[in-house]
């Protein structure tokens, strides 16, 4: 097996090539370009030197990752019969260089030749200093999440009108349409480099675009900041709570808000069953507010941080879908969610049911009675059909009626509570959460009160003034609006 030497062919100019690379390249040896898309090929044409492109390879397969894969496999095959052979990339072989990244994680005699990258002609051109932050993702598979309005990102790879839209969408999602951005084209190429100051909403419009295109964002400068991310929340946490922080906020305690958990936590299910996206999203960072406060009182205290979080959730996340990252087959949903009880509870050592009940939290009486429920059916203690629910729910309602018969308070109260369980339990079996079936109703009475008063100021008179029949009366007109 003979030796790869990996080349950087520098940004474009053929005067940017190094004396190492301009040494390989008249080497005598046999020549691999991974494209030929690039000026600096030109030295080769100019002194006659032989090379085989793997251009071909993109029009073949269906995706990078592929041609990536089989790039490497024709460099090993090849290395196979020389004792040197010579592999070159654009810019520098060790920035967003996928072959290379894959040829190094291989068992293989390599030697890697710098040259300079499209970095430094970028930021040359555009006279950005990078000593603040700078990213580096690749266009052809971004993600928003890659996205940091905190730094300045080169996104590379915007090759073709597809990749340059699709990052245009992206773009917009976070930064707005009128943000504006650099193209850049063919940097550090002597009278053929480009720059472009564009918003956005006008990056699909460019049509010179190709292998030596980059596209440049500007971090968000504090006076143009109409977006915040996680990390501007954490920031502003740290800053209630500090030494000049808000008198109010320096003074709660994780038990001092903690209904609030509870509270925002009702108005999210409250905007989900109104169908209110606005006030959902709202609610959202209510709740997420929340997270972040206890997490910067934990932090302060020496207990937790916000990473402790993140990564436990991550784990945990992971830990309960084998399915997914550790190639575990399901058949359907119900086998995800008996997984996921299983390793939860393997996880949390159960050594029986009894402690499997009592930890579950303090929970809403009614949220809690479903979940002691399903926790007694895991291990089969259950009806075996929904008439049992039923047939419980009449004798409960029964034995209710002969409490109120006897006038025993303590009595009335226990049995109450049976004939809750027991509907939460026909709940249950209608796969019908009592909690939010109960709050719908809720929502449904006052909305029926506000019409009856509707109705009342229009004859004149208010609820309190008038008899039952004449409430009863507007509360079943109410039902009928």
Known sequence: ?????????????????TLGAAERIKSGKKNFLRTEEHPTVEYFRQHNIPYESFDY???????????????????I????????????????PLLAEKTVEILLSKDLDLEVISGMSFIEPIIESLGRDPINGLKIIDGS???QLSLDIHTDIIITQVYNQRIINEVKIALSEIYGDEY????????????????????????????????????????????????????DVIGIMKILRGENGCPWDLEQTHESIRQSVIEEAYEVVDAIDNEDYDSLMEELGDLLLQVVFHSQMADEE??????????????????????????????????????????????????NLT?????????????????????????GFDWEDIQGPLDKIKE?????????????????????????????????????NPEVALNKTNNKFIKRIELMELEAEKMGKKLESMDLQEMDELWNRAKDL
């Open 1 to 17: 097996m003979g030796k790869i030497y990996i080349i950087g062919l520098g940004p474009g100019s053929i005067d940017k090539l």
């Open 57 to 75: 390879i993109y029009e073949r397969e269906e995706n990078l990752d592929k041609v990536y894969e089989r790039i490497v496999e024709e460099l």
């Open 77 to 92: 095959k090849a290395a196979e019969w020389e004792d040197e052979i010579n592999y070159y990339v654009p810019g520098n």
């Open 141 to 143: 598979d971004l993600d």
């Open 180 to 231: 504006k951005v650099w193209i850049i084209n063919s940097a550090g190429i002597d009278s053929q480099e480009e720059v472009y100051n564009i918003p956005i909403y006008e990056l699909d419009r460019m049509e010179n675009v190709g292998h030596l295109t980059s596209l440049y964002v500007p971090k968000l400068e504090e006076k143009d900041r109409k977006i915040f991310d996680f990390k």
């Open 302 to 351: 020496g207990y937790f941080n916000i990473i402790d979080i993140t990564s436990a959730l991550v784990n945990k996340l992971i830990y309960r879908h084998p399915h997914i990252f550790l190639e575990k087959n399901v058949d359907n949903s119900s086998d995800v969610v008996y997984n996921w009880n299983m390793l939860k509870d393997r996880k949390r050592g159960y050594k």
């Open 355 to 379: 402690e499997k009940l009592k930890d579950l939290p303090k929970l809403p009486a009614l949220l809690k009675a479903s979940k002691l429920q399903d926790r007694a059916a895991d291990i």
């Open 396 to 432: 409960e309602y029964e034995e209710v009626l002969e409490a109120m018969k006897k006038s025993d308070d303590m009595k009335i109260e226990e049995e109450i509570g049976d004939l809750l369980f027991a509907v939460v339990n026909l709940s249950r079996f209608l796969k019908v």
